[in-house]
């Protein structure tokens, strides 16, 4: 690039201005620029694939040639724009790994070669049959909390199997034949408690009457080497059903389990081991279900939720409604059901807490649908608990709409919420999981195939992804959108997990390319939080026969299409962050496989200079390009919008380091710019890999970069000894990119400032947090928060209000309690200032022999409502006596004192009076007057002791003891007191 000068001249006037001159051949151009191949040992080789060579503005002569390994080839190695090269990725004698290569496009007339990134994946086939027996179908796989690998099968004659691994899939113990499971049909159930000892499966079992089953439980003790010589029957009959009862494992040890068709019934083992009770039915209508799901909290609440569609076709069904798209309002109250029934931990389970959210939580909430929802659903209904006790629910409906539907409940919240959906485009065979992100926050994950109308059309065939944005309880109600295509092919019954870096892994079962009716098993990865799925991996060797029901497109049927009668695929993504699936193949075999897919070459774009200012000339701003994963190709960066007009940005290409490569982009003035700000956008592309930064142009004379601090909340309330967090915010103005420290100044006496981060980057944000001492009176403090950048320096004014507690005890704060008794009393507290927090409860200085409790110990203070605790005062033995009244071995008290040696006192006078007249004092006398002073004493000790059984003033009695302690809130590092409590014991 060179530098040319341009003079205009009018008269005396001349002006001139500077321009960037490039002179270039033509540009050559290779698409793609990345390629992938996948090859499990022993499956075929992988086809080749092209890449499109074209030039402009003239075609050109290139040559292509390989590097990387003997396995990457390419044909032909010369030709001519526009033209296509072969390339081929030969695998033999490979092990196991990830292969990078590179493919070089290069001519002599163009200003610089292009190339290809190409990555072979070699996997070897862990695909592993479990069974022994022919005729297996149906089966159920589970991580448990030790990582064992557990599985469970139907086979038609033989019963229900049951198989472990206990190293990740590499091998799995001999499969043992449940006893007592002859006759078992549909899928097996299984639960695995935290121990990994006790397994529970429960299952169906055939009887003579067509499409009648017995519900069955069995448990093994010793992590699945042995079951329970016979079975517990859970049905007081033999009952209809078109799915496999359901079960759910409680916190405490217990199970649950559900079942239905016509009906619903529950049962419950608070043991896991017995169930002493009988079933209890649940439904409270007539009803055609696929059956109820259930699950349990970390409370022990039990969930039940089922569908119906017994009034389908009926006169009026929601079900039966054509254009739903352009309908405003719908006035249906017949059509699919939506049944719930919540039981709280230890309650029993009732008929009675069973509603039909169709027509109750769902209506009057949606102004299309004021009177309740009752969209048509049968048998793919998915419950699930979050780690904060949230219920989510997803299902499709497959008539009116055959949409995906969720729903979420918070514990303790009024109502469940009103269906949302998430496709664009029919839809049908959700799953979803939900799991915390990064940041704790649960995220529930979804996916689902094309619907039914769309199996014959394929006019948007695949399968679909989307997971939830929402960061407030209950979640799962805000998801991203549109979902993400996973898959273009004809696809069905997909399943999803996600590893422990967020990343996704997505699995189904594929129409096969050649072989009519049979379907190959997929799995793809997403490493970008689902955005994109870059891979699809075949994970089955050979392809397998479906087993789809009749009628694949005829809505009206119960059960209605899609659904399987063998089993579909099933996805765990275990803890080192493999996927392990498993399927039914064409031979009526269960087999595993495993898989880790490591992720695609990728690099990261970091823009170091955000901001630049300039009138004319050159600004120019660094990025940082960084390889990740392998990559070994030039990253092209370009500057594709935002420029104004008279400035531009010359694209250029960098290959990055795995250490990172520093790279400058130059942004070049040409011709006249308006003063002003302008945001554009700086772009690397390496192959399919596309990262951008968004950048700052600055134009105009005079401007002074600067910063400006800002507080969202300038008065922030803090009990005493917690903290206050203060949201700083620093922004940038006429290109101002430096880093600004952020400090307090003015806080009270024992307060401390702290920022997070210590400095920020302008344009930026941090947290300070003030820390109150737990000794800082309640009231209002003025300080400052101030940014510093070099020299310059601008502050914000803050507010630190502190507040305390108050607190009262119902019905009082003072008790007679008998020794081996106990009191309840109701402690309200409060707090002032506006302040808020959580505060732990406790006594200070009890006595022994008296022990204080509180239920809850920990309540959150607010100043708009009271929170109460219970406190007990439980007394187990006398304590040593403050003040005792009344104690046989205590002394008179004080007054009696006095009247004792008042009386011994007149009459010692009396004695000493007559022994100065007689001159001396009889024996006699004296006897009496011993016997008198004995009398005197006796009386005194009896009136202090107020008679044997009579009590003392203040709720007191015979040896009845008074104590007190304090009543203390434990706020941070604050320890509050908050009254005393004087407690009587005797």
């Known amino acids: 690039m060179s530098t040319v000068t341009i003079t205009g001249t009018s008269g005396g006037l001349t002006h001139t201005t500077t321009v960037a001159l490039t002179v270039s051949g033509s540009t050559l151009t290779a698409t793609p620029m990345m390629l992938s191949f996948n090859y499990q040992i022993g499956s075929p080789v992988p086809g080749a694939q092209p890449i499109s060579v074209t030039a402009s503005p003239t075609n050109l002569s290139f040559t292509a040639s390989a590097s990387g390994g003997t396995w990457l080839q390419v044909a032909p190695m010369s030709g001519t724009t526009p033209g296509t090269v072969n390339v081929t990725a030969n695998p033999a004698g490979l092990t196991a790994g990830t292969y990078n290569g590179t493919v070089t496009i290069a001519s002599s007339g163009a ?30 796989f589970l991580t448990d909390a030790k990582g064992n690998y557990n599985a469970v099968w139907t086979d038609s004659t033989a019963g229900v199997f049951f198989s472990r691994s206990t190293d990740k899939g590499t091998s799995f113990l001999a499969s043992v034949v449940i006893p007592g499971s002859a006759g078992a049909a549909l899928q097996p159930q299984i639960v695995v408690d935290a121990t990994g000892n006790n397994v529970d499966v429960v299952w169906a079992e055939s009887t003579s009457v067509a499409g009648s089953y017995n519900v069955l439980f069995s448990r093994s003790t010793d992590g699945g080497q042995h079951f329970a010589t016979t079975p517990t029957s859970l049905t007081l009959a033999a009952l209809p059903l078109s799915d496999a009862p359901r079960i759910a494992l409680e916190p405490s040890g217990g199970v649950d389990v559900v079942w239905g068709r016509n009906e619903t019934w529950a049962i419950r083992s608070a043991n896991g081991a017995t169930f002493p009770t009988p079933a209890v039915k649940i439904s409270t209508a007539a009803q055609d279900s696929g059956g109820p799901r259930v699950v349990v909290d970390s409370k022990g609440a039990v969930y039940v939720a089922w569908t119906d569609e017994v009034n389908k076709l009926a006169t009026g069904s929601y079900c039966l409604q054509t254009g739903t798209s352009s309908t405003t309002a719908f006035t249906n109250t017949v059509g699919g059901n939506f049944y719930f029934n919540m039981t709280a931990s230890g309650s029993t389970l009732n008929p009675r807490n069973t509603k039909n959210l169709a027509n109750t939580d769902w209506a009057g909430v949606a102004t299309k ?166 891979l699809s991996v075949p994970m089955s060797i050979n392809p397998s026969t479906e087993c789809l029901g009749m009628n ?209 980057m302008a344009p930026g944000s941090a947290t300070v947090t003030v820390a109150v001492p737990g000794t800082l009176a309640p009231g209002t403090y003025a300080f400052t928060i101030t940014g510093t950048s070099g020299s310059t320096n601008h502050s914000q004014s803050a507010m630190l209000v502190v507040g305390t507690i108050n607190a009262t005890v ?81 002394w008179p008290n004080l007054s009696t004192w006095s009247i004792v040696f008042s009386t011994v006192f007149l009459i010692t006078l009396t004695l000493l009076f007559a022994y100065r007249r007689n001159g001396a004092l009889p024996a006699g006398m004296i006897r009496g007057l011993a016997v008198l002073v004995l009398i005197v004493v006796l009386g005194a000790g009896l009136i202090s002791c107020g008679g044997a059984t009579s009590g003392g003033s203040g709720g007191g009695g015979v040896n009845s003891v008074a104590t007190q302690f304090m009543l203390q809130g434990q706020s941070g590092t604050a320890t509050i007191n908050l009254g005393t409590m004087a407690i009587t014991v005797r």
């Open 111 to 140: 200003t610089s070669p292009q190339t290809v990134q190409v990555t072979l994946m070699v996997s070897v086939s862990s695909t592993r049959q479990l069974n022994t027996t022919p005729a297996s179908s149906h089966p159920n």
């Open 552 to 760: 694949t497109t005829d809505m009206t049927q119960i059960p209605p299409p899609p659904y399987n009668t063998c089993g579909s695929v099933l996805l765990q993504v275990d803890s080192v962050d493999a996927s392990n699936l498993v399927w039914v193949d064409s031979g009526s075999n269960i087999l595993f496989a495993r898989q880790t897919i490591p992720p695609p070459p990728n690099f990261t774009m970091t823009l170091n200079t955000p901001s630049q200012t300039a009138t004319s000339g050159t600004a120019t701003y660094m990025v940082t390009l960084t390889a990740q994963n392998g990559l070994n190709q030039a990253v092209t960066i370009t500057c594709p919008n935002g420029l104004p007009a008279g400035a531009g940005c010359f694209s250029s290409q960098v290959v990055p380091s795995a250490s990172g490569t520093s790279a400058a982009v130059n942004v070049v003035i040409v011709g006249t710019v308006p003063a002003g700000t302008y945001p554009f956008t700086i772009t690397g592309t390496a192959g399919s890999v596309t990262h951008s930064v968004q950048a700052t142009l600055m134009v105009g004379s005079g401007t002074t970069p600067d910063f400006s601090v800002s507080l969202t909340s300038p008065s922030v309330s803090s009990l005493q000894g917690q903290t206050a967090s203060y949201a700083v915010n620093i922004a940038s103005s006429n290109g101002f990119n430096q880093s600004v420290s952020i400090t307090c100044a003015g806080l009270p006496s024992g307060a401390t400032c702290a920022s997070s981060p210590g400095s920020v």
């Open 810 to 890: 119902g019905p009082g704060t003072s008790a007679t309690i008998a020794v081996g008794s106990s009191a309840n009393f109701t402690v309200s507290l409060t707090s002032t200032n506006g302040s808020a927090g959580p505060v732990n409860l406790s006594c200070g200085g009890v006595p022994s022999g008296l022990n204080c409790m509180f239920s809850p110990s920990q309540v959150n203070v607010s100043p708009s409502s009271t929170a109460t605790t219970t406190m007990t005062v439980t007394v187990t033995a006398k304590p040593v006596a403050a003040s005792v009244y009344g104690s046989p071995e205590a």
């Open 369 to 534: 649908w004021p009177l309740g929802f009752f969209g048509c659903s049968y048998d793919n209904l998915i419950l699930l608990v979050d780690s904060q006790d949230n219920l989510h629910m997803v299902w499709s409906d497959d008539m009116p709409d055959q949409n995906v539907l969720v729903s979420a409940y918070s514990t303790g919240g009024s109502r469940i919420s009103f269906p949302t959906n998430l496709g664009s485009s029919a839809a049908a065979s959700p799953h979803a999981i939900v799991v915390n992100n990064s940041s704790g926050i649960p995220t529930l994950h979804a996916v689902w195939s094309d619907g039914p109308s769309d199996l014959n059309t394929q006019a948007t065939p695949g399968i679909f992804y989307t997971h939830s944005t929402d960061t407030s309880a209950p979640f799962g109600q805000s998801f991203a959108t549109p979902p993400t295509r996973v898959a273009n092919a004809k696809s069905e019954f997909p399943q999803v997990g996600v590893d422990s870096g967020g990343n996704i892994d997505v699995t189904w079962q594929q129409a096969d390319s050649l072989i009519p009716n049979e379907f190959d098993v997929v799995l793809a990865p997403s490493f970008d939080g689902g955005n994109t799925f870059p």
